[in-house]
């Protein structure tokens, strides 16, 4: 018998050796089967700073991924360069006879992989995908006329009632072990290597790898049941903490949503939905790539927005006078998180109060967020302005105030990142400007000298931000 050559599986954002559907793929195909991971130049190249917590936790979790498949006698070529060049060069030296890799929906990387396709199949290789990061894709969920959900609720209930067993099974590596191609001896490159040094992830209790999303999923699993009760409140440690792991593939999501449809408490079945919503998001950008840069309702492109770079600066410097919106975006700026209710006060305020456009929030936060997911980020973005599926309806505006107040009631957030209202009696914290000038020193907080008065009047935005709107409306009038 011709022994067979083999196969390359190629990691991009799924940095784990357990429950891996293209790495169990290939290695039910028989032959040696070697891995690759690319520090991809065309991405580390765009990036802005040097000390960016997402290559770090990348770096971290590539090397507890080489040390896990060296432990089932496999390895890891870890390279740097365009992955485009480097994955097929990489293949024919090697000699296999097909490239395995986990699907990805964002339109760079689908130009990425069609042209990776096409170079292999230039040298006589296969290049195979496999669903993984989402438990159903783009067209595995569909309206009884075979098209797209535009509304969550809806594709909710159809995304249940598909769910068996089945599609949450995990896909073993240890049986097939024995299949894996011992790696190099090599060293992985250094950060500095990359380009790059070290952040402040390890101060911020962020532990990269598969090893440390188990252990961040173990301490959810403890508090999961009141997750509905504690997600909306940013002092509160209430989220799961496993944006960022499953971000970057370090946890499986058959595994966590597994384990929440099979608990069939509230709060389990509250942070399924989100689960869900992160599967809906998936499929719109897939089914509506332009969502990108463009409205994912056409009409709301008519929109003209403010360019106002004194507000600009302030809502991303966290200096606005609002101080729940200013200690989200200083949380965002110090540690690379925001909670997820601040993500929609902190959005809604730039467009609705201070008129700026989505997209430049929204490429604000894909340059800070740790987590920063396309999909998700620009889902929550245009839900926010109002331009999206399923969004927030236009005339609705979140008051910063009362989100304050019914979110951060005692200020322990705001104090936490807005220091300088610290001594703020809890009742003024969340609108500090109506302290008369005798509380205000009493204080040691004077407004417009230790914190700035609010940028804007939200009452004042907020009739402004109904007539900026108010061009939706007559196009629909027109129609």
């Not at 992955?83 to 097909?98: D, I, K």
């Not at 989220?239 to 099979?262: C, K, M, Y």
């Not at 990108?292 to 302030?314: H, K, L, M």
Request: contains cysteine; proline residues 5%; hydrophobic residues 45%.
């Amino acid at each position: 018998m011709v022994p067979s050559p083999g196969s390359l599986v190629w990691f991009r954002r799924d940095l784990r050796a357990d429950d891996h559907a293209a790495l169990h793929a290939a290695l039910r195909a028989g032959g040696p089967v070697h891995c690759v991971f690319v520090f991809d130049t065309e991405i580390l190249d765009a990036l802005q700073a040097r000390a960016d917590r997402r290559v770090e936790f990348i770096w971290e979790s590539v090397k507890a991924l080489r040390a896990a498949l060296e432990t089932l006698g496999g390895g890891l070529h870890v390279l740097h360069g365009r992955a485009r060049e480097a994955v097929p060069q990489l293949a024919a030296r090697l000699g296999v006879a097909a490239v395995y890799a986990n699907r990805d929906y964002e339109p760079q990387a689908l130009s990425r992989d069609a042209e990776v396709a096409a170079r292999l199949a230039a040298r006589g290789l296969a290049f195979h995908t496999r669903k993984d990061q989402v438990i159903f894709e783009r067209g595995e969920v569909q309206t009884r006329a075979g098209g797209d959900f535009s509304v969550y609720t809806p594709y909710k209930r159809a995304w249940l009632a598909k769910l068996t067993p089945f599609y949450l099974k995990p896909y073993p590596v240890h049986a097939h072990r024995a299949q894996l191609a011992a790696g190099p001896t090599r060293a992985v490159p250094t950060l500095e290597a990359l380009g790059f040094q070290r952040s402040n992830l390890r101060a911020l209790g962020i532990e990269p790898g598969a090893p440390g999303a188990a252990r961040t999923f173990a301490a959810f699993k403890r508090r999961i049941d009141r997750y509905k009760t504690d997600r909306d409140f940013p002092a509160v440690q209430g989220t799961s903490g496993l944006s960022v792991h499953l971000r970057f593939g370090t946890v499986s999501a058959r595994e966590l949503a597994r384990f929440a449809w099979q608990r069939k408490r509230i709060g389990a079945q509250t942070w399924l939905s989100e689960l869900i919503w992160r599967d809906f998001y998936f499929a719109v950008l897939a089914a509506r790539p332009d969502v990108v840069d463009a409205a994912f309702r056409p009409e709301y492109n008519a929109i003209v927005y403010d360019d106002n770079d004194r507000y600009w600066r302030a809502w991303c410097e966290g200096q606005t006078g609002y101080p729940l919106v200013d200690a989200a975006m200083r949380q965002l700026n110090q540690t690379g998180f925001m909670h997820n209710r601040l993500r929609m006060v902190s959005a809604s305020f730039l467009v609705k109060d201070l008129g700026i456009a989505w997209q430049r929030g929204e490429r604000y936060f894909a340059a800070r967020l740790t987590d920063y997911d396309l999909a998700a980020n620009n889902g929550g973005w245009q839900w926010a302005a109002s331009t999206g599926c399923d969004a927030q309806p236009w005339f609705r505006i979140f008051n910063p105030v009362t989100q304050s107040t019914k979110f951060d009631a005692d200020g322990a957030f705001i104090r936490r990142f807005v220091p300088e209202l610290a001594q703020l009696p809890t009742k003024s914290i969340h609108a500090p400007w109506r302290l008369t000038p005798l509380e205000q020193q009493a204080a040691g907080c004077v407004i417009g000298r230790d914190y700035p008065a609010p940028i804007v009047d939200h009452d004042a935005a907020r009739k402004r931000t109904l007539a900026r709107y108010g061009v939706v409306r007559k196009d629909k009038a027109a129609q």
